[in-house]
């Protein structure tokens, strides 16, 4: 099926990116089985998480990111050929219906009274890539996504351009119009005379490269599972990548994963989860590459690491701490989601070698899910909570809402998704 030729136009009457917190939030969700992605809405009034609409989409979309404007969503795909999607985002609180029509339907009306916000997503296109890919990253004008045996970075379409097709587009105008600008570089993770026998789909994802975070310098960390590195990239004026260093994980079967790099005062500091021994690791950044300072464990001291994945690691916006999480292999075995209090000043790890300093375990395994993604309550939260992490779920098709209050995870929320749809990773809308 051609995917432009899809109705995909979804709308919600929300409250939608205005000047002052949302009284309900939006969440983009996409799955793992299916070519649909999800809009939910957060209530901070009745803190109910709702499903409002499945839209068409191309998927599975793996993985989302949204541009610095809120205006676009990224998404990963593991459908094959290997391709990365963009989706306009549009309030459409100036038209009728959000989509020039007279008025629509009024279901879910759940904005401030009188202020019927309209959401729309609208499929703009795919641009094609070598592997399918595990994460979308963009930094200053560049649109990074890195998976498997390879990564490309692509010009991200600037907002005078982002509505108008263009031929021989140069840096930062789009390529057809598909949500992309032109593809500026490829990098290969793999021997280079052996690409092209190798893996290319997402089986791929299970022992190569895993995505990409930078620091204020433009250096950018690569978790690699199969080379159980990180790679050390420097960012260039034009958006290319210079390869600085391969730093060697500390343990021999590691396999790192995902990285994040602290904030504030912890922003000299990387945060890197393994995925098979089922450690934080904590790193220093210097001139040269990495400096390991020290690990924490994800699982319980009793625990087998062979069952479980590690997953995502992401940090708190307004406490000193880092959370991460990991799966169970099977479903005999349930996944956690840990905080770790961190030395405001150094980023370290308080205490390395006891327990984290909160866990919440989660639903079931996770299944390939249990990825978070974090914003502040900013006053909306009910007595001491703080933030709010949403938290996806693929063996029972769940999506959470959870709590953080800087001492303790409590769920506030739960949806579940249609039959055939496992959730994978959701981002909030705001």
Known sequence: MDPNALNLNANLNLNFMTSTPNEVIPILCGTFTSVYLYILSFSTLTRKLSVHKKVSAVGPHQYLALSPGRDTLYATGWGWTPGLYAFGIKDGSNDDDGNGG????KEGEVGRAGEPWKLTLDYKGKTPITAISSYI????????????PTGEVHAAPSSSSSSSSTSGSKDGEVDNDNGFGKKIQEMVYVPEDKLGGW???????????HGIEFDKRGRGYVPDLGENCI??????PDGTLTLVDKHVSSRPHDGPRHAVVGRGET??????????TQFVDVYDLTESGLSYVHSSSLIPADANPDDYRGDTIRTSPSTPFVFATTRGKTSSTRGYLCAYALDPHTGHLVSPSSTPSAVFQTPTSGGRANAIEVIET???GRGDELEWIVLTDEEERLVLVISWNGVEFVEVSRVQLEEGDGASHAVWLE
């Open 199 to 209: 893996e290319k789909t997402n089986k791929a994802l299970r022992y190569g490269a």
């Open 102 to 105: 007279d008025g629509g339907e």
């Open 231 to 236: 790679w050390i990239h420097q960012a260039q």
């Open 137 to 148: 990253t963009i930094h200053e004008n560049y649109i990074y996504s890195i998976g498997g």
């Open 378 to 380: 900013r006053g909306r």
């Open 267 to 276: 922003s000299k500091v990387l945060y890197a989860v393994t995925e098979h």
